[in-house]
């Protein structure tokens, strides 16, 4: 049995094991995201990291260059005599809790701490740690973060007082984004603005106080 694999995780390896076989050598970042109807290629990317990091395949930085170094999950399926895994709505997998990703409930921040480029450390003031199931929190493991939302709620959005918003930290933003603002040390979520002209990064505040973009809403966690 394939352990540690998302439902998505084990589909993809599958398909590419099938892909290998048929064609001689393996798919292609583009075309696994048409098998899977994936819009981007980061949201390909995500996935095969997953699977090089849990020892199922390596690949390069190159087109086809995905290797399998684990046997067909199926083909262990059989011997074992299991049958094909069921995965719940939480995420469960054979009453075993999916790997997830830890990411920091931060509640208070004064400013960004800039690392290069886009990338930069929140300064503030960490609550606890959230796990979040990886194919939510997967685009955002790179020094992302999570954000409870205020007792106001987002203006103008379907946001409600206590949802959790994960943030995929970055400097700039194109407008209409979802994204969160730093001000004189508050964060506000809003959209970036609207602008009749050809949709262009927005650059974070100049002065150092705000506002300035410090990352964007990419996913919604809500308790009912």
Not at 57 to 71: D, L, N, Y
Not at 155 to 179: H, S
């Amino acid at each position: 049995m394939a352990k540690g694999l998302t439902e998505k995780q084990r589909k993809i390896l599958e398909y590419i094991i099938d892909f290998q076989k048929g064609n001689g050598f393996p798919p292609t970042i583009r075309e696994l995201g048409d098998a899977f109807q994936i819009g981007s290629l980061r949201g390909v990317t995500v996935h095969l990291d997953a699977l090089v990091r849990k020892g199922f395949m390596t690949r390069e930085r190159t087109s086809r260059s995905i290797r399998i170094t684990a046997p067909d999950p199926r083909e262990q399926d059989r011997q074992t005599g299991t049958a094909p895994t069921a995965y719940g709505a939480n995420g469960t997998r054979g009453g075993r809790q999916e790997p997830g990703v830890r990411l920091p409930l931060v509640r208070h921040t004064g400013s960004p701490a800039a690392l290069g480029g886009d990338k930069f450390a929140l300064e503030g003031e960490i609550e606890r740690y959230v796990t979040l199931p990886e194919e939510i929190a997967a685009p955002a493991t790179d020094n992302g973060f999570v954000i409870r939302v205020g007792a106001t709620g987002v203006f103008g959005e379907p946001i409600l007082p206590g949802d959790l918003l994960v943030v995929r930290p970055q400097r700039t933003a194109v407008a209409g984004e979802l994204v969160v603002m730093l001000s004189y040390g508050d964060m506000t979520v809003t959209r970036a603005a609207n602008t009749e002209a050809t949709p262009s990064p927005i650059e974070a505040g100049l002065d150092g106080i705000g506002p300035e973009v410090i990352g964007r809403v990419i996913a919604l966690v809500r308790r009912y």
